[in-house]
């Protein structure tokens, strides 16, 4: 399954964004048993967890750092999921990625998950 991340962009602290992961290619289809989660990098930094959600859309994990300010959902009928995330910080500022894990139970270790896109930067300013 290929997976493409959007939505990102430069916007103002305080200000709320909403990334979109799509599932394409020859078993796009698959994607609907995965478990689907975000994660982001910052520059010098390394990979971080930010959210999951399971394959059925019932149990979602979040990282501390965005608890409360983001919201990780799914639609399955459409092969999508979304990251709304509000509140936005300059510290939130990074590179999103979305990943997708075929055992379909949501968790925030990166090595779990096999197929990943390409990547939406997100630039937030004080």
């Known amino acids: 399954v290929q997976l493409q991340a959007s939505g990102g962009g430069l916007v103002q602290s305080g200000d709320s964004l909403t990334l979109s992961c799509a599932a394409s290619g020859p078993t796009f289809t698959s994607v609907t048993s995965d478990a689907v989660g975000w994660f982001r990098q910052a520059p010098g930094k390394e990979l971080e967890f930010v959210a999951s959600?399971?394959?059925?859309?019932?149990?979602?994990y979040y990282a501390d750092s965005v608890k409360g300010r983001f919201t990780i959902s799914r639609d399955n009928a459409r092969y999508t999921v979304s990251l709304q995330m509000n509140s936005l910080e300059p510290e939130d500022t990074a590179v999103y990625y979305c990943?997708?894990?075929?055992?379909?139970?949501?968790?925030?270790?990166?090595?779990?998950?096999?197929?990943w896109g390409q990547g939406t930067q997100v630039t937030v300013s004080s």
């Open positions: 959600i399971g394959w059925n859309g019932r149990s979602t």
């Open positions: 990943a997708a894990d075929p055992s379909g139970s949501a968790g925030s270790n990166s090595g779990d998950y096999d197929y």
